[in-house]
């Protein structure tokens, strides 16, 4: 995997959450999943920016994985979150963090930095993992 793949990838993983999370705002039933949500909009948001500036110092064209499965695991998700509603929807909304967070946490700690070859990209993404642990 090179750093124009594991760059799109960084970025993919933060925008699906920054969409999920922007549904949750609007939908959460409770104010604390309202507020965990603009959280993770916030934070988010701050650790794709840092990437989006570093690869444009870097000169990086991110490229997306031929076949990323996560399109799709996005796209039901998205689905999901705006089909429902009430508890159901906290629920939902819960679950599917807790399970993205922990995906993206293996990947990048199993991945990702492993096989990132530029120090600044690297350090980026050590310093962004804690926002994927659940």
Known sequence: MDDPTICAIFDAANT????TSEVAVKKGSTKEVRDLAA???R???????QGRDLVKKLGVTPTPPKDFALV???????????STSGK???RAFLT???????AVSAAING???PATQNA???????AAAPAFTP
């Not at 599917?96 to 922990?102: N, R």
């Not at 600044?120 to 050590?126: D, F």
């Open 96 to 102: 599917h963090e807790v399970s993205v967070h922990k």
């Open 120 to 126: 600044e990209r690297k350090a980026l993404q050590g």
């Open 111 to 113: 991945t990702l930095l």
């Open 16 to 19: 699906w959450d920054i969409e």
């Open 72 to 82: 799709a695991d996005h796209e039901q998700a998205m689905k999901t979150l705006k």
């Open 43 to 49: 934070d988010h948001k701050a650790v794709r920016q």
């Open 39 to 41: 959280m993770f909009v």
């Open 88 to 90: 159901e929807f906290d």
